[in-house]
């Protein structure tokens, strides 16, 4: 197998395994605010240990890795505040799928900060993209699923803006994989115990079987899927992982009917197909990018004799 498809299959192991957390949120029966603190909170010991072992092995994370993790960190607490939030309003899955919208957002923003040029493809798709995002979000439809559907693409759409910042400069860190997991971590679960208050209140003291259902949350999605995550990034383009974590909303949205009954209307659900069929239209063509410099250095030059 070659490295290059070894990268891939990592990282949609990851993906897989983190499509399990919005179902995992809702079967914990707790605050959005708690479940994001102790999904962060609970994988935070076996995190610093196994960076603890990347270090000895590697030596210490430079100062610019460490800055750029725990900025990611922070980005990572809005992203979990406010995806928490989308899924009491609108559902697991249909939360899951406004999240990924990152694919859109990290492709431009790599274009600008990595100089990896979207496709023509991912431009066209995006316009119907978020013609997807107007049928979830209810506007169109008296029977959609959801507490309040709207608000829950307003969380989305906020989700998806932390995610591909934190997508991001995880990418930029560093090349390794534990270390600047657990700095980020650490910090969002800082981050996310400062903020709670403003996110309606975290409970510090949730009872079992809450306990376990987040134990899990933070040791399955969290500590392992993150960790495959983390790995797989800073060794393909931006816009690629992006496209390969579309796996989670779809997987999501299948284990959120299956396991919590939720039943998205006819047009929420069209609004998911339109999504991801844009979604893979715009990426189609995702392959290594090659930098500006790249390109311009194989356009033949002419020379004056």
């Known amino acids: 197998m070659s490295a290059h498809r070894r990268i891939l299959l990592i990282a949609v192991a990851g993906a897989l395994i983190i499509s399990t957390s919005a179902p995992l949120v809702r079967l914990s029966g707790v605050s959005p605010a708690t479940s994001a603190l ?19 092995r590697f030596g210490p994370l430079s100062a610019r890795s460490r800055y750029l993790a725990w ?31 990152q694919v859109f957002i990290v492709a431009f923003a790599a274009w600008a900060v990595f100089r990896e040029r ?44 932390a995610y591909a910042g ?20 650490t910090v969002a679960t800082l981050a996310i115990a400062a903020l709670s208050p403003v ?26 899927g993150w960790s495959l995550i983390t790995y797989s990034l800073p060794k393909q383009p931006a816009a690629l992982t992006a496209l390969l974590l579309l796996v989670q909303p779809m997987t999501t949205v299948a284990l959120s009917a299956v396991a919590l009954g939720e039943h998205p209307s006819p047009l929420q659900l069209a609004g998911c197909v339109v999504i991801v069929l844009g979604v893979l239209y715009g990426s189609r063509r995702a392959q290594p990018a090659r930098t500006v410099a790249e390109q311009d250095a194989q356009v033949p030059k002419t020379s004056i004799v």
Not at 73 to 99: E, M, N, P, Q, S
Not at 199 to 224: C, E, I, M, N, V
């Open 38 to 56: 102790f999904r962060c909170a609970y994988a935070v010991p076996p995190l610093l240990v196994m960076a603890w072992l990347e270090r000895r």
């Open 71 to 101: 900025a990611a960190g922070l980005l990572f607490a809005f992203d979990l505040l406010f995806w928490h939030h989308a899924i009491d309003y609108v559902g697991a899955g249909l939360a899951t799928v406004l999240g990924n919208l």
């Open 118 to 161: 979207p496709s023509n493809r991912l431009m066209v798709a995006t316009p119907v993209v978020f013609a997807g995002v107007a049928l979830i979000s209810g506007l169109f439809d008296s029977a959609a699923y959801g507490a309040n559907p709207l608000l829950g693409v307003v969380f989305g759409v906020a989700t998806s803006l």
């Open 166 to 185: 934190f997508l991001l400069l995880m990418k930029a860190g560093s090349d390794r994989t534990v270390g600047p997991l657990a700095h980020a971590t």
């Open 199 to 224: 996110f309606g209140g975290a409970d510090f003291t949730p009872s079992w079987p809450a306990h376990g259902w987040l134990l899990l949350l933070a040791l399955g999605p969290q500590l392992l």
